[in-house]
């Protein structure tokens, strides 16, 4: 098992007013698996993955990643944590806007301040299919084309898990289906396990289950 969730709880406070959104939320994920998480907007699929990835802190409960709990690790931990064991792809691909495609593919090596490895970011790009476009900025690219850099750059660690937040929800259908490919594909190569948020229930159909987020909990999709 990767990660074991348990009893989470999670609120939100806005104007004095507590907005509930995870309420003892469980959820195992097994190695290599690919879980579907579906739901209303706003049932807190988002606000799940930023637990996931330990951008934000629950209010209660426990995530366990192999034997360590996040609740053990400090602000510095986490950020390691993030570049070295999990993948995360945005729908809005959050690339950094000053660095070239080449040098958002290794932000995690800089982050984690290992030896910048140039070739195995070009190979990268090129596995996503976009070599010769090492060095154009987020700007000089499409969207899908942003989309593929992000992912090199989720990828380029070999995570365990790969957490994905409607990766295709700004992109065309036709270019949508060609960046879920590469996602499914690599995730497949590398045997990383993915937790795909998505509201394409056929998208949603190629994971291993499909669960959705309802009331602040995760139940099994009929
Ligand atoms: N930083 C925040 N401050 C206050 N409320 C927030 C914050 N982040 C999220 N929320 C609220 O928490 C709830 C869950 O939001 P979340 O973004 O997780 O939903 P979602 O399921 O990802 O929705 P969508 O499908 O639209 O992306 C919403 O009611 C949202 O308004
Ligand atoms: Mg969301």
Do not use: W
Request: hydrophobic share 40%; glycine share 8%; net charge negative.
């Amino acid at each position: 098992m990767i990660f074991q969730i348990s009893g989470i709880k999670k609120s939100y406070f806005q104007a004095g007013s507590e907005i509930p959104v995870l309420d003892g939320l469980n959820l195992e994920i097994q190695e290599g698996e690919s879980v579907a998480i579906v739901g209303r907007s706003g049932s807190g699929k988002s606000t799940l993955l930023s637990l996931l990835s330990a951008i934000e802190d629950p209010d209660d409960g426990e995530i366990i990643l192999h034997d360590h709990s996040f609740s053990d690790l400090t602000g510095e931990e986490k950020i390691l944590l993030r570049a070295q064991k999990i993948g995360v792809i945005f729908q809005q691909f959050h690339l950094l806007s000053h660095y070239t495609a080449l040098e958002n593919v290794l932000l995690p090596l800089e982050i984690q301040c290992s030896r910048v490895d140039k070739n195995l970011a070009k190979n990268l790009l090129n596995e996503v299919g976009l070599s010769g476009r090492e060095d154009h900025y987020p700007h000089q690219l499409s969207g899908g084309e942003k989309q593929r850099v992000a992912i090199a750059r989720a990828l380029i660690l070999k995570p365990e898990i790969i957490l994905a937040d409607e990766p295709t929800g700004s992109l065309d259908i036709n270019t949508g289906e060609e960046v879920m490919r590469l996602i499914f594909d690599l995730v497949k190569k590398q045997n990383a396990a993915l937790v795909l948020v998505t509201h394409s229930l056929e998208l949603a159909g190629q994971c291993n289950q499909i669960l959705r987020l309802k009331d602040g909990k995760l139940m099994a999709e009929e």
